[in-house]
């Protein structure tokens, strides 16, 4: 069942021009899609209840890293179906159904309505409805009336500090006769990080292995600034520090998807995806691995020893490496 909804999510996305990752067999998220400046993590789940706090966090962590912008999409919550044209959240993450993403990406129709505690609720364009009401000379006492609710309430809606019921906002719309109701814009990209410093909440040190925790020290030595993950396919987004300070735009040319692992079948999978990830987000990939290597690169990730690390000293090193054996 998940693996249908996967597929219809993917065709969707490619129907509105994005680029989509291949699946990521993580817990964190399912694809990556990118259509110019937009980019999408997307958990794909038949329950959207499915979801830990821990898992979104993590999803959190990874477009925090690479700008993106995270969503949910599903298809019931408990028991009950998503509605159509409505945004749901999860940990912050804001949930859809398809039919919803469809009409956002592809059909350029913003959804208006959002569930929260109690019910179904929009956002009121404030300027417009007080000049709407004060074009038709009608107090804010005059409307709250008609409305039955308070004259703070009304003037709240004014001031913009307070979004309604959709009945009342249809009452006010129809009282007013003009449009009201705002599309909601509910794609952001994860500016700050969700996880406090030293990620003492987060679960990452915790899931991170000793091969990982050793490797991406001696990367911080190398002069990498490193924003691991946890659950996705890669262990960590790298940055040169030299770069780190600059201009968003130009520190993103050179982020880093980092996979650390022993060289295996599953290793060999997990670069595959890691390159179409990089392909869709716009960075370069590396795998760095304990043991011997059979090849230089799988796809685009280019493969690095570990003991070739080691002796690595600084990130520019390190990023002729990569491009010598991209080039390979």
């Known amino acids: 069942m998940k693996e249908d909804l996967v597929v219809r999510v993917a065709e969707i996305l490619k129907e509105a021009g994005f680029i989509v990752s291949s699946r990521c067999e993580a817990r964190s998220f399912d694809l990556a899609a990118r259509r110019e400046e937009i980019t999408l993590l997307a958990k794909i789940l038949h329950n959207i209840d499915g979801i830990s706090e821990e898992v979104a966090r993590s999803i959190k962590r990874a477009a925090f890293c690479l700008l993106a912008s995270p969503i949910v999409v599903g298809e019931r919550k408990s028991a009950f179906f998503l509605e159509d044209d409505v945004v749901y959240h999860r940990y912050g993450i804001p949930a859809l159904n398809t039919r919803t993403l469809y009409d956002y990406f592809v059909e350029g129709v913003p959804p208006c309505v959002y569930s929260a505690t109690g019910g179904l609720y929009v956002n009121l364009d404030g300027e417009e409805m007080k000049n709407a009401r004060e074009k038709k000379q009608l107090s804010l006492g005059d409307v709250a009336a008609e409305l039955g609710i308070s004259r703070r309430s009304v003037s709240k809606y004014e001031d913009g500090g307070m979004s309604t019921t959709i009945d009342i906002a249809l009452k006010l719309e129809e009282i007013l006769d003009t449009k009201l109701i705002e599309a909601l814009e509910f794609l952001k990209p994860e500016l700050e990080s969700p996880l406090p410093p030293d990620l003492s909440e987060s679960g990452v040190e915790e899931s991170a292995s000793s091969l990982e925790r050793y490797i991406l020290g001696i990367m911080e030595e190398i002069g990498f600034e490193i924003f691991r993950t946890a659950y996705a396919p890669f262990s960590a987004v790298s940055l040169p520090h030299s770069l780190a300070g600059k201009r968003r735009e130009e520190s993103e040319r050179v982020k880093i998807l980092t996979g650390i692992s ?44 570990k003991e070739e690390l080691e002796r690595i000293r600084d990130p520019e090193e390190f990023t002729c490496v990569i491009e010598e054996r991209a080039k390979s």
């Open 262 to 305: 022993k060289y295996g079948k599953r290793m060999v999978k997990r670069a595959r995806i890691i390159s179409s990830l990089s392909q869709v987000t716009r960075t370069k990939s590396v795998f760095v691995v304990n043991g011997n290597v059979k090849r230089v690169q799988i796809d685009n990730t280019v493969l690095i020893r």
